[in-house]
């Protein structure tokens, strides 16, 4: 049986993995009590311990992390921070981004789990460009919106605990306004992007759930494509799929609001396409949990991948 640890289990992140492996009897959870994480020497001993450590820390927690167990450790590990997203060494984890991906996990030692705003933007972009209808040079702009647990447990507690002096009232707010958001390089390499996108985040009084959109101009794309094409392509991408599935075109149209909670303590992913048929653009929209495919329901979909077997109902 599958030894797993989750060092950081007592974040926001982690929380959320434990609650999902809770349950499970085809794996065995090795865990710190909370007063002992800071226990650098039984830290190691449980990540040497483990057939696959899973990382939700801080990037500077999860470099160091990786470092305790050198290159002679066979411990498997799933980071789900920012600080191996980019690097090549490691197999990204996004396991419907291309046809040999999921096999790709399934033999890695070293898997980054993707960031929330990223899935939803890869899910988008990449597989218009691996399907030649977007220009790599194209100027990307990303707007999208989080539920307020993406921030962890500080943001979370800024949004609840009205005692607090650093209290956070609104009911919905931008950030990252030096358009220099730490998600951008992920986009823009996962994507298979040349020109950097322009990324707004912003979050709302909501605790879970996600909406990213990416508007485009049709006549911009290559071959200018209608809004039926633009579909066609995605769906191509994703048929097959259960955890990320593309919207029935007619099914979208039809909609005429779009509620960035509705796969609350879902781990799946839903893109839509909107426009006008015979219009100018075409918006394309992501709609996730912030927690679940793009935190800790993806970085269970990776352990089981890595493992090779099937979580028991």
Known sequence: MAKIFIDGEHGTTGLQIRSRLAERTDIEIISIP??????????????????????????????????????????RII??????????????????????RAEQIASARFVSNPGCYSTGAIGILKPLVDAGLLPTEYPITINAVSGYTGGGKQ?????EDESRPDYLGAPHFLYGLSLAHKHVPEIKIRSGLKRTPLFSPSVGRFAQGMAVQVPLHLADLDGSPSLRSVHEALAEHYRGQEIVTVVDIDESMAIQRLDPTSLNGKDT???????????????????LDNLGKGASGAAVQNMDLMLGITPVD
């Open 79 to 100: 980071d789900t921070s920012t600080a191996h997203r980019v690097d090549p060494d490691w197999v990204y984890g996004f396991a419907e981004s291309d046809p040999e």
């Open 155 to 159: 943001l979370i507690a800024q949004m």
């Open 34 to 75: 909370e007063e002992e994480r800071r226990n650098t020497a039984l830290r190691e001993e449980f990540l040497r311990e483990a057939d696959i450590a899973i990382l939700c820390l801080p990037d500077d927690g999860a470099k160091e992390a990786v470092s305790m167990l050198g290159v002679s450790s066979t411990t």
């Open 269 to 287: 992913m839903k893109i839509y396409v909107f426009g006008s048929e015979g219009g100018e653009h075409v918006n394309l929209v992501a709609i």
